[in-house]
């Protein structure tokens, strides 16, 4: 799994914050490294330097082997608060999705056979 770090002009994108978002994200979805080819993170300020409420965010798409990308975006006063609470709500999506699949493959017909 490739993890990419983008910011806009309004986010200091250090070595060091970068380094610490490719971990976080690792780390999270260690779970999912094996059907995930690339997740990418973009972290922006939308209030373009002016201090606000939830003016951080952090959208994150990741990309499952052999299906459709998928993205969640979360906003939040800090870089780390948002960076959380998208991976929390991509964790759930691809928990989510890894179910649904599970189920179509091992679901009951009404006959009581499985379908393959």
Request: negative net charge; aromatic residues 0%; contains cysteine.
């Amino acid at each position: 799994m490739q993890i990419h770090v983008h910011t806009d002009n309004n986010i200091d994108g250090t070595d060091k914050m970068t380094a610490h978002v490719e971990r976080e994200v690792a780390t999270a979805l260690s779970r999912f490294s094996d059907h995930l080819t690339r997740v990418e993170v973009h972290l922006s300020d939308e209030s373009a330097g002016r201090v606000t409420d939830a003016d951080i965010r952090c959208m994150i798409e990741a990309r499952p082997e052999g299906q459709t990308p998928v993205t969640v975006t979360d906003d939040a006063g800090s870089v780390d608060a948002a960076l959380k609470g998208a991976i929390h709500r991509l964790n759930h999506l691809l928990a989510s999705q890894e179910g649904r699949q599970q189920d179509e493959h091992a679901r009951t017909s009404i006959r009581g056979h499985t379908d393959q």
